[in-house]
T-cell receptor, first 111, second 116 residues
Framework: AQSVTQPDIHITVSEGASLELRCNYSYGATPYLFWYVQSPGQGLQLLLKYFSGDTLVQGIKGFEAEFKRSQSSFNLRKPSVHWSDAAEYFCAVGRDDKIIFGKGTRLHILP | DTEVTQTPKHLVMGMTNKKSLKCEQHMGHRAMYWYKQKAKKPPELMFVYSYEKLSINESVPSRFSPECPNSSLLNLHLHALQPEDSALYLC???????????????FGPGTRLTVL
């Protein structure tokens, strides 16, 4: 069965530092991969998506992610975080009308 | 217009009440979704409508009744809910099947439901 694993429940970084959020998926075929962000009490906003082609994907708000088939990973990165990046981040796999979400990573930013 | 709107933003209801949540999109999407999200958890899929027909029901209790009156509108009718149904209810929409992006879902801001 397809699944998504986000191994880090919480991550804390200092403002201006670089960020990497990990995501591993389990799916037999080429997956559709997504990263969503959710601020407290808000809906989900799509940061970026991977369907095919270039394995380095650029998204909004300065985020990027790299698809590595050999490692079944789709890690999210940002070179320099801002206080406004504090939120919950969900990695997700899409297939057959469904999105399978990971459990999420809560990002905390230190001033 | 790339927005999914949901009303109301907040809803408090008793266990004997009947209420409805509303979701609207004007992006021409033909798939619409209801999710339930408890605090500190990922969204859980409840229902999927494709071309205004219910295509997926994730074994949701009958006290939740979805309705898709037209391609832009999705309702969730609530009746005899339990306190454990208190959650953020999210609506989403997507294109359907004909392009690779059909799984890309656009989410609304949600309705925060409290059942007393």
């Amino acid at each position: 069965a397809q699944s998504v694993t986000q191994p880090d429940i919480h991550i804390t970084v200092s403002e201006g530092a670089s960020l990497e959020l990990r995501c591993n998926y389990s799916y037999g075929a080429t997956p559709y991969l997504f990263w969503y962000v959710q601020s407290p009490g808000q809906g989900l906003q799509l940061l970026l998506k991977y369907f095919s082609g270039d394995t380095l994907v650029q998204g909004i708000k300065g985020f990027e992610a790299e698809f590595k088939r050999s490692q079944s990973s789709f890690n999210l990165r940002k070179p320099s975080v801002h206080w406004s990046d504090a939120a919950e981040y969900f990695c997700a796999v899409g297939r057959d009308d469904k999105i399978i979400f990971g459990k999420g990573t809560r990002l905390h930013i230190l001033p | 217009d790339t927005e999914v709107t949901q009303t109301p933003k907040h809803l408090v209801m008793g266990m004997t009440n009947k209420k409805s949540l509303k979701c609207e999109q004007h992006m021409g999407h033909r798939a619409m979704y209801w999710y339930k999200q408890k605090a500190k958890k990922p969204p859980e899929l409840m229902f999927v409508y494709s071309y205004e027909k219910l295509s997926i029901n994730e074994s949701v209790p009958s006290r939740f009744s979805p309705e898709c009156p037209n391609s832009s509108l999705l309702n969730l009718h609530l009746h005899a809910l339990q306190p454990e149904d208190s959650a953020l209810y999210l609506c989403a929409s997507s294109q359907y099947k004909t392009t690779p992006s059909y799984n890309e879902q656009f989410f609304g801001p949600g309705t925060r439901l409290t059942v007393l």
